[in-house]
């Protein structure tokens, strides 16, 4: 893979070499001249076509975990979060160990606790982790999905940020089945403080708890704004916000 130069920026291909636009600029790499007939047919391609297949699906299953709480992901989420979940869901089918190659799951590879692990902490907005933005105490119902913050206050529990004057704290719970494709989310009011409030607890508690099977996801987001004139704008375009993988079970 070289990286393209000049005035003239290229796509498409052109004596063997395909030129390309990614996220990270106008790119270029040989072409591997293989026939797409040949690959679907050709006994010497079959593992190939289980690497695809398998490629392909984990980018379905992380698509699916997007939807299933798109709301949320809408405001924190950095540009490469497709390839980062489709990274995550790559482990996660690597760690079904029952079916043959090509047909791996990651419904499968969720059941062991060590999937169940890899999956929480994730952070939909890689420039902003939960970790760095919130020092403080919180407690998680897994019954209910309520998220508890005990003696919260904005100063002292969240990192400060150049013109935040406002912040939101708002929970969601989330069954995914990864088997069918479907799911079923639901979301806590949003709290609405200053960043001078006074210390208080906040108790966010989703509106019901979601029915169906599959893996249960508890969220966490985190919103930023800066107030002018009695309105509240979002901080930086949502560059600092939060979206938190709290707990999988």
């Known amino acids: 893979m070289a990286r393209q130069a000049g005035i003239i920026l290229l796509k498409g291909t052109l004596g063997g070499i395909t030129f390309y636009e990614t996220q990270d600029g106008f790119l270029a790499r040989k072409s591997n001249g293989m026939d797409a007939h040949q690959l679907a047919t050709n006994p010497a391609y079959e593992r190939t076509r289980k690497n695809c297949n398998e490629?392909?699906?984990?980018?379905?299953?992380?698509?699916?975990?997007?939807?299933?709480?798109?709301?949320?992901?809408a405001q924190a989420k950095d540009p490469k979060l497709t390839s980062r979940l489709t990274q995550?869901?790559?482990q996660l089918k690597n760690m079904d160990t029952q079916s043959e190659h090509g047909s791996r799951k990651v419904s499968?590879?969720?059941?062991?606790?060590?999937?169940?692990?890899l999956l929480?902490?994730?952070?939909?907005?890689?420039e902003s982790h939960f970790e760095y933005v919130f020092n403080?105490?919180?407690q998680l119902d897994p019954q209910t999905g309520s998220l508890i913050l005990h003696n919260f206050n904005p100063l002292q529990n969240i990192r400060q940020v150049a013109g935040c004057t406002h912040m939101s704290i708002g929970a969601a719970m989330s069954v995914v089945d990864f088997e069918t494709g479907m799911f079923n989310t639901t979301y806590s009011e949003k709290h609405s403080l200053s960043m001078t409030d006074a210390t208080t607890r906040l108790v966010l508690t989703?509106?019901?708890v979601p029915t169906g099977n599959g893996v249960r996801l508890y969220y966490c987001l985190l919103a930023f704004f800066q107030e002018m004139n009695g309105i509240r704008y979002p901080l930086n375009k949502?560059?600092?916000?939060?979206?938190?993988?709290?707990?999988?079970?």
């Open 120 to 126: 929480k902490g994730f952070n939909f907005n890689n």
């Open 136 to 138: 403080g105490n919180y």
């Open 88 to 90: 995550l869901m790559v």
């Open 206 to 208: 989703p509106s019901a």
């Open 55 to 73: 490629f392909g699906y984990s980018v379905k299953m992380g698509h699916l975990l997007r939807k299933s709480v798109w709301s949320l992901v």
């Open 108 to 117: 499968i590879g969720l059941q062991d606790e060590a999937g169940k692990q």
């Open 238 to 249: 949502n560059a600092h916000n939060v979206l938190y993988v709290m707990e999988v079970l």
